[in-house]
């Protein structure tokens, strides 16, 4: 519901690379950015600028989210807080469109 765009040409164009702009928090654990940035395509962004990335070959879920205040997600393996998630029963493309049709259901209907 608080999102600017979603599944459009524009932002599917956008790869990841937008990612390293946070790279400081990355370094502040001492740990690699562990996603190969140009892989993901953006296939969701919100208004705060959390973003769903997808991955170009494996359709693989990574949700970049800086700010949030989200339950459901689990950080990647070695990832600060505040970066990189996966969201569960949402690993795939097809199992997130369909996660994120069923909120909309609950949420319009």
């Given amino acids: 519901m ?3 765009s979603v599944l459009t040409e524009m932002k599917a164009r ?12 990355f370094e502040d654990e ?15 962004q919100e208004a705060n600028g959390n973003t769903t990335l997808c991955h170009r070959k494996t359709g693989e ?11 459901h997600i689990v ?6 807080e505040y970066a990189l998630y996966r969201i569960p029963r949402a690993e795939g493309f097809s199992s ?14």
């Fill in 2 to 4: 608080n999102h600017n």
């Fill in 75 to 80: 950080p990647l393996p070695g990832c600060p």
């Fill in 30 to 44: 001492g740990v690699p950015i562990p996603i190969a940035l140009t892989e993901f395509y953006s296939i969701a």
């Fill in 14 to 25: 956008r790869d990841a690379s937008f990612v390293e702009s946070y790279s400081w928090a």
């Fill in 61 to 71: 879920i990574v949700l970049f989210a800086p700010d949030h205040n989200f339950t």
């Fill in 96 to 109: 997130w469109v369909s996660s994120v049709a069923n909120q909309w259901l609950e949420n319009v209907l």
